[in-house]
């Protein structure tokens, strides 16, 4: 079966494949009165089917033809009788007259049959002959309105006349005519009847006028809600171009079957760019295929919830307008990719499938929290020339949908927030720079697909489950930007390779199982901006002094780690560090005074380690310090006044939080927020006999 078979049975059927034309076959109304189209009376026929003409047969070719001649006159007399009856019946019921008795009179047809009945017998029949002859003139002339008459009295009289003699009868008819002349409405209604319509018309207006004017009285009128305009019916235009807009779509959603299938979403996204789409594009249109595929998605993946004050999917505007989609013009373009927009949009799909470029065409595609489904159309494939896509927070599970993977020309994928287990074949994106997969369900090592992402810039793979030696197959990867491999279980060292990815700005590598020490390589990446490895018990040895080399560095993250030695004090080099946290290792010695000089840090993280000595009063040049913590370590002394200064300055509190050992002196809450409680608790173990261990902060008692 065809889809336009198919079709038969949905629930809009389309309109006739036979004539697009739409026009209406001339259906003309046969002639009003019966057959012939001459005066009115001509031709016509009694009930019986004889004819009352003289040239007309006998009725009884045996009998003489007087005979015949008076069974003629007798038929013509009773018809016109009947006639004359009718008429004078209607007139007397539009005068108000009521409807005479049996006996009363047979009307003026009556008369003529008394006149003719006083001739002869061989006269009667000429005389009656005649006078139906002139009651027939005066019949197909007959009118009843005011102005003839006088029309009418002459035809009773002249009936008469012929008839041979009066008739008292057709003389009232006449006078009654004329008492009715120059009478009114008023004087033919009956006056009783008026006055009671009268009454009722006025009780019905003021019925409804009190309860208006009390009503307005209490409260002002409000207009009723204008009711939303009816949804417009299918125009006969719609209809007519359905089948052309269908021979344009079929060949990119799967055959005429797939799109005449009232059961499918490509016949709905039809059914809709048809008959429902504000926009009402033609076949003709060159973002035609473009919005079919958009509508597809949206009726596979939702409906969705819509957002106010947002253009959703569906509205009567151009698509690069609505909710999530970012458009350019192809001149835009071509722009960009210098001269390879060709490559990008002639390529089309791998089985040679394409679609109509259009003049605005689709560069970004943001769905996240859309695929409620977790299903991926296929016409995802169809958008080949799309670049970038985000697919964040969805419900997509399992393998990573086959349609996506036909998106060679990808530079952005983000698909965040899913429960995909598997992107073996992730290397298909030839162009892809950004790729986000955190917070999914993979397990087990990074793909060897990977190592075809050359162009990567970006990559985001947090909070799973991989593990093995990731640095096997990212070493190589010169053009890598930003680095966040962090809450999974790789394991292995930390390559000196890494400081040859010169475009490195942030790397995040925290909670996981490497071990080992930092490469000194690092101090090679003149734009790397954040690092941070926390959580990584296997990680130790000095910190790199080459950090200090690293002049745009602004956050540095290095707790719980395993690294011993002394503060390098080339870190004060790094003018634009905000953040340090060394917290929970084994680093020891005094504190650098050239530290001081770190006038952007916001928050020093000291805590949990072997430090001795005073804190430095140089630390209170540090203007913009909001957080300081030097609790559990063996510092001593009195805590500079310079530092006591940060906290109050002006009656604007900067310093927010001050937290020292126990063993360094320090009003609170002027000046410090605290202290730990350290020598406090061994004093009362030692006491009670107890002894009291130390675990970088965490408090035991044996």
């Not at 004539?19 to 009165?33: C, F, H, I, L, W």
């Not at 490509?266 to 059914?271: E, G, H, K, T």
């Not at 993977?405 to 965040?416: A, C, I, M, S």
């Not at 071990?515 to 790397?528: F, I, K, S």
Request: net charge negative.
């Amino acid at each position: 079966m065809s889809g336009r078979d198919r079709y038969a049975n949905s629930a809009r059927a389309p309109p006739p494949r036979g004539d697009r034309g739409g026009g209406r076959p001339n259906r003309s109304a046969p002639p009003r009165g019966g057959g012939g189209g001459g005066p009115r009376g001509e031709g016509r026929t009694n009930n019986g089917g004889d004819d009352y003409s003289e040239a007309s047969g006998p009725i009884d070719p045996n009998m003489p033809e007087w005979w015949n001649a008076k069974k003629k006159a007798e038929r013509r007399q009773r018809e016109e009788e009947r006639r004359m009856a009718v008429r004078e019946e209607n007139e007397r019921s539009k005068m108000g007259y009521a409807p005479r008795r049996n006996g009363e009179g047979g009307g003026r047809g009556n008369a003529r049959v008394v006149a003719v009945s006083n001739g002869s017998a061989d006269d009667r029949v000429s005389q009656k002959a005649g006078a139906v002859d002139v009651g027939a003139r005066h019949v197909s002339d007959f009118d009843d309105t005011k102005d003839k008459s006088a029309l009418r009295k002459k035809m009773f009289m002249d009936g008469g006349a012929a008839a041979g003699g009066g008739d008292d009868r057709l003389r009232k008819i006449a006078t009654a005519d004329e008492e009715l002349e120059g009478r009114s409405l008023w004087d033919l209604v009956d006056r009783g009847t008026l006055m009671v319509g009268c009454c009722l018309i006025l009780i019905v207006v003021i019925a409804v006028t009190i309860p208006v004017a009390l009503i307005s009285e209490d409260e002002p009128y409000v207009a009723p809600p204008v009711p939303d305009p009816p949804s417009a019916s299918p125009t006969m235009a719609r209809q007519q171009v359905y089948w052309d807009i269908f021979d344009r779509l079929q060949r990119i959603a799967g055959g005429p079957d797939v799109l005449g299938d009232p059961n499918t979403a490509q016949n709905r996204a039809l059914n809709w760019i048809v008959f429902e789409d504000g926009m009402e594009l033609g076949p003709g249109k060159d973002h035609l295929h473009q919005r079919f595929v958009l509508m597809v998605i949206y009726f596979i993946s939702g409906p969705w919830t819509p957002v106010e004050g947002r253009l959703e999917w569906g509205s009567p505007v151009h698509e690069c307008d609505w909710e999530g989609i970012t458009c350019k013009d192809v001149e835009e373009l071509e722009a960009e990719l210098e001269g390879k927009i060709s490559e990008l949009l002639e390529s089309g799909r791998e089985d040679g499938v394409k679609i109509d470029v259009p003049q605005r065409i689709i560069n970004r595609l943001e769905l996240r929290q859309r695929l409620v489904s977790g299903e991926v159309p296929g016409e995802f494939s169809l958008l080949y020339y799309l670049q970038h896509l985000d697919l964040e927070n969805n419900q997509l599970v399992g393998a990573l949908p086959s349609p996506l993977y036909k998106l060679f020309n990808l530079q952005t994928l983000f698909l965040e927030q899913n429960q995909l287990t598997n992107i073996d074949a992730v290397g298909e994106y030839r162009y892809l720079e950004h790729l986000s997969v955190s917070k999914n369900a993979f397990q087990g090592p990074l793909p060897e697909s990977f190592k075809q992402l050359k162009y990567l810039k970006t990559l985001y793979l947090h909070t799973n489950a991989f593990t093995g030696q990731v640095f096997d197959i990212l070493k190589d990867f010169k053009n890598l930007e930003l680095l966040d491999i962090a809450f999974n279980k790789f394991s292995g060292t930390l390559p000196v390779e890494l400081g040859e990815m010169s475009n490195l700005t942030s790397v995040f590598l925290g909670h996981n199982e490497f071990e080992g020490t930092l490469p000194v390589e690092l101090g090679r990446c003149p734009n790397l901006k954040e690092f941070q490895i926390d959580a990584s018990h296997k990680i130790g040895g000095p910190i790199p002094t080459e950090f200090g080399k690293l002049s745009n560095l602004e956050f540095l993250k290095l707790d719980t780690c395993a690294f011993t030695g002394v503060l390098p004090t080339e870190l004060a080099e790094c003018q634009k560090l905000y953040f340090l946290d060394v917290n929970s290792n084994e680093l020891g010695g005094r504190i650098p005074t050239e530290y001081g000089r770190l006038g952007n840090m916001k928050t020093l993280g000291l805590a949990n380690n072997d430090f001795i000595g005073g804190i430095p009063a140089e630390l209170g040049q540090m203007a913009a310090l909001e957080k300081a913590y030097f609790q559990n370590t063996d510092m001593e002394g009195v805590m500079p006044q310079e530092i006591c200064n940060l906290r109050d300055r002006g009656n604007q509190t900067v310093l927010e939080e001050l937290v020292v050992p126990c063993d360094v002196e320090c009003e609170i809450p002027t000046c410090c927020t605290r202290q730990d409680e350290r020598r406090l608790l061994a004093s009362c173990a030692a006491a009670e006999g107890r002894e009291l261990q130390t675990d970088k902060g965490s408090w035991t008692k044996h």
